[in-house]
């Protein structure tokens, strides 16, 4: 059954308790999950799908034994897919009462299966979809919040934070707090101070900047250089987790040249990678040889002591070197 977000609190958890929701609002998740968790006053264990599939049959012996339930009345699992389809088949057919089962997914396609399958329940299994914030609601959200706060911010710097805020309330208002304990000690703040003190979605970018050079995404890189403040003090990081991230492309290559399957390369890397920079990954295979990798890595060595040598507006040398090698 699909009901609308502000519908939640509503939800008849002793008639429904299995929820999914999926979409990229994180903050309005979790804004709506806490107002259950304080509703009702139970506990709450949260798991990740890896964690579940590495183990389910654990996983449902725990759930049978009463274990978990020691510890909790709410499970909450994130990073859901249809991986775990099958899992939550047999959930819902072992008729487990007084545990509430969320599952927590990103965007799900109309043709995803557990999509499909708490949408289609007539009543049982509940499916809302949390969509970005847009503009207004966003400008609500930030008005109320410095209202409230009693913080004095010039329409311009408020709106500064809203568009950058990448649509989700969870990013406004973490930086929202930000700006709430400086003007504790500072009455009026300035545009630079904002600039400084906010912490916005696009900066959290110096993996996803060399991500998308090293895919040769020249507009995404682009994108991000001129979206964020970096300083001269930040080269030193972008330049270590270049030469990281390229010496770990280097052995993946080397393990593609042998087993020919981009899949079992990636899934078999050592460290492990990060599922959310699989697919990118698999484009910097695709997009460089074995020998220019190489050559990749000795030019990134020779940047670093050419800045130690003349390290007169390095962000300049660095942001120019990046531009060139995601062409």
């Not at 429904?16 to 309005?28: A, D, Q, R």
């Not at 008005?143 to 990013?171: A, H, M, P, T, V």
């Not at 003190?197 to 996803?208: C, D, K, M, R």
Request: proline share 2%; charged share 30%.
């Amino acid at each position: 059954m699909i009901i609308k977000y502000f519908e939640f609190e509503k939800i008849n958890i002793k008639k429904t308790n299995f929820i999914l929701l999926h979409g990229k609002n994180e903050g309005l998740k979790n804004q709506e999950i806490n107002k259950l968790k304080n509703k009702i006053s139970k506990k709450t264990k949260n798991y990740d799908e890896k964690q579940i599939l590495e183990n389910t049959d654990r996983f449902i012996e725990d759930l049978m034994n009463g274990s978990l339930f020691d510890e909790s009345k709410i499970i909450i699992i994130n990073r859901a897919s249809d991986k775990l389809f099958h899992t939550i088949e047999d959930l819902i057919e072992r008729k487990i009462e007084d545990t509430i089962f969320i599952f927590n997914c990103e965007i799900l396609e109309k043709k995803s299966k557990i999509r499909n399958l708490f949408e289609k329940s007539k009543d049982k299994l509940i499916s809302i979809a949390f969509y970005p914030d847009n503009y207004e609601t966003l400008s609500k959200l930030a008005q109320s919040f410095i209202r409230s706060e009693k913080i004095s911010l010039s329409n311009e710097n408020l709106n500064l934070i809203i568009n950058k805020c990448n649509n989700d309330r969870k990013n406004l208002l973490n930086e929202l707090e930000k700006v709430s304990i400086f003007s504790k000690t500072k009455k009026n703040i300035t545009n630079e101070e904002i600039q400084k003190l906010v912490n916005l979605n696009e900066n959290h970018s110096v993996n996803e900047l060399i991500n998308f050079c090293l895919a040769k995404n020249k507009k995404q890189t682009l994108n991000i250089l001129n979206e964020n403040n970096y300083s001269n003090e930040d080269v030193i990081i972008i330049i270590r987790t270049m030469l990281k991230k390229t010496k770990t492309l280097l052995n993946l290559i080397l393990k593609f040249k042998i087993n020919k399957d981009l899949n079992i390369t990636i899934n078999n890397s050592k460290p492990p990678i990060f599922w959310k920079e699989k697919e990118i990954v698999k484009l910097q295979i695709k997009a460089w040889s074995l020998d220019k990798v190489k050559d990749l890595i000795r030019e990134i060595n020779d940047l670093e002591l050419l800045l130690k040598k003349r390290p007169i507006k390095p962000i300049n040398f660095i942001s120019n070197f990046l531009i060139e090698k995601s062409s």
